[in-house]
C-alpha cells in the first residue's frame, strides 16, 4: 500500500494550516496514498508558549476537518498531532480518522520533551502539557499501526511492545530540532525498525528559520531492513512511499529474531 507524509509549512494562522494540510491530503489521495500522516503540531506553531492559545477540545475545529477529509479521500489519515485541551489540561495529542471518518485512535504524547542541552537548545514541555498514559494502534486492512510522537521515538521498550501487538509500521509525527535532528533523527528511527523488523515513518514539519522553534524536517521512511527508502529535504513536499509487506515477512523468516527472544531471562511488558 501507499503511504504518504505530508512535511506541512505551519504558520501562524490555524485555519490556513488546516486549509493546507487538508489540501496535501487531497493531493496525495489523488496519487494513491491509502494511508497519510500529517506532522506534530500540523495546526499551530511548536512553543510552550503557544500550546494553550492554540488547543482545542476534542472533536473540535481541527479534527473535524480532518474526519471530513479522510471520509472525501476514502482513506486512513493519521492526523499529526495537536495541542489537545480536556478537563483543564493540555495534551500534545495524534488523532487518526478512518476512511468513513471514524476516529480510530487517539493517542496522547507519552513521553514529554524536556531537555537541555547547554548552549544549544533548552525546552520543557511540562511547563504546559500533561503527559498521555497509554499505548495507541489502530488496524488497516493492509496491517497493524502504532502510534508515537516525536520524543516518543527515543524510548525503545514502546516500539518493543508495539512490534509483541503485531504492529508492522509505527509512525512518529515529530519535530527534532537543529540539534537532535542531524544527531539523532535519522539513527533512531533505523534503530527501532531494525530492533523490531518493522517499518518506521517520521513526519516532520517543514523548516521554517524564522520560527521560535526551528524543525529539522527530513520525513522519513524506513524499511525493516534498516534502510531509508525515502527522505524528504527541508521545504513543504509531500513524501511517497510503497509499503511491502511481503519484504517485510521475508525478512524476518530470514533473520526470525521475534521467536529467539530469550523471554526466560528478560521480558519487556505493558502494565496498562
Request: hydrophobic share 35%.
Amino acid at each position: 500500500f501507499r503511504l504518504a507524509l505530508i512535511q506541512l509549512h505551519v504558520s501562524a494562522v490555524k485555519s490556513d494550516n488546516i486549509q493546507r494540510a487538508c489540501g496535501l491530503v487531497r493531493e496525495a489521495s489523488a496519487k494513491g496514498a491509502k494511508v497519510v500522516a500529517l506532522p506534530e503540531c500540523f495546526n499551530s506553531p511548536y512553543g510552550t508558549q503557544y500550546f494553550k492559545e492554540y488547543a482545542e477540545k476534542i472533536p473540535g475545529e481541527s479534527t473535524q476537518k480532518l474526519s471530513e477529509v479522510a471520509k472525501e479521500c476514502s482513506i486512513y489519515l493519521i492526523g499529526g498531532s495537536i495541542p489537545e485541551e480536556d478537563s483543564g489540561k493540555l495534551y500534545n495529542t495524534c488523532t487518526v480518522f478512518g476512511p468513513d471518518g471514524a476516529m480510530l485512535a487517539k493517542h496522547r504524547k507519552v513521553h514529554l520533551f524536556d531537555i537541555n542541552v547547554p548552549g544549544k537548545i533548552q525546552f520543557k514541555e511540562s511547563e504546559t502539557l500533561s503527559p498521555g498514559n497509554s499505548f495507541s494502534m489502530f488496524d488497516t486492512p493492509y496491517c497493524k499501526v502504532g502510534l508515537g510522537i516525536c520524543y516518543d521515538m527515543r524510548f525503545a521498550e514502546m516500539a518493543q511492545i508495539y512490534g509483541q501487538k503485531g504492529c508492522q509500521l509505527l509512525i512518529y509525527p515529530g519535530a527534532f530540532n537543529l540539534t537532535t535532528g542531524p544527531a539523532h533523527w535519522e539513527l533512531l528511527q533505523r534503530g527501532r525498525a531494525v530492533d523490531n523488523q518493522v517499518y518506521v515513518a517520521t513526519v516532520s514539519p517543514a523548516r521554517d528559520e524564522k520560527a521560535s522553534y526551528v524543525a529539522w524536517g527530513h520525513s522519513t521512511v524506513v524499511n525493516p531492513w534498516g534502510e531509508v527508502i525515502a527522505k524528504a529535504g527541508v521545504e513543504e513536499t509531500v513524501v511517497y512511499t510503497d509499503i511491502d509487506l511481503k519484504k517485510l515477512a521475508d525478512i524476518r523468516q530470514q533473520i526470525p529474531i521475534l521467536s529467539q527472544k530469550r523471554c526466560d531471562l528478560y521480558g519487556v511488558e505493558m502494565k496498562k
